[in-house]
């Protein structure tokens, strides 16, 4: 199967990855899921895999974000959304996405590092492409609620300018 890797605006790049992204996570399954109830961030970029179809097999969306880390500014890049169609699975698409989304977090955002959350049954995929543990504690912004602390998923670092590993990091807005 050939496939390629596009970068898009979060907003052209959602009404292509939309039918992925449902078929992923439908409404009935995410009503089931530790993090049903929070509200998420739009992604700014999205990077796609799409196959000889053009059709989205796989996503990340790509989110920047100007945080604070005990009370210091910090660039982030953070990655979310990371999902594969699932008989395009274990073939290395997310691998590869998520190889391209170091390097534009690198090269093209500049970040400090990067920031993605998972749950633990997924964090060997990335620990084996880099990503470390923050031991630290995340803070996130949520309608009505303001500043609350975030804990229903793990914070992974990919380490660029910086190698966080523990503080309070607060993402000022809203969670990816
Ligand atoms: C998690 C998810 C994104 C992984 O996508 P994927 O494209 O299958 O990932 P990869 O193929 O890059 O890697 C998956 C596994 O296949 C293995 N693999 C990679 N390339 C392979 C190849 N060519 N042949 C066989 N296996 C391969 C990897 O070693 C990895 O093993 P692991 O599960 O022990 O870590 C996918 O399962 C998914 O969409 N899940 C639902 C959404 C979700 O939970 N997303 C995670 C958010 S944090």
Redesign the pocket.
């Known amino acids: 199967m050939h496939h390629r890797i596009e970068i898009m605006s979060g907003e052209s790049g959602w009404r292509l990855a939309r039918p992925l992204l449902n078929a ?2 439908p409404i009935d399954v995410v009503a089931q899921l530790p993090w049903k109830d929070i509200a998420w961030a739009d992604a700014d970029h999205r990077i796609l895999v799409l196959d000889d179809h053009d059709d989205v097999i ?1 996503h990340a969306g790509l989110h920047l974000r100007d945080a604070q880390l005990d009370a210091g500014p910090v660039r982030i890049c953070g990655v ?7 008989d ?11 190889r391209r989304a170091v390097t534009e977090m690198r090269d093209t955002h500049r970040a400090d590092f990067g920031l ?4 633990p ?2 964090a ?3 620990a ?1 492409l880099g990503w470390r543990a923050f031991e630290g504690e995340v803070y996130v912004e949520q309608p009505q609620q303001g500043r609350v602390r975030f804990a229903v ?1 793990d914070p992974l670092v990919f380490d660029l300018r910086t190698s966080p590993r523990e503080g309070a990091l607060d993402l000022c807005g809203l969670p990816w």
Not at 80 to 86: D, E, I, L
Not at 92 to 97: D, E, P, T
Request: charged content about 20%; glycine content about 10%.
């Open positions: 992923v996570w796989a979310g959304g990371v999902a594969t169609r699932y395009c699975r274990e073939q290395g698409l997310a691998a590869a996405l998520m993605l959350f998972c749950e049954r997924h060997p995929l990335y084996r998923t």
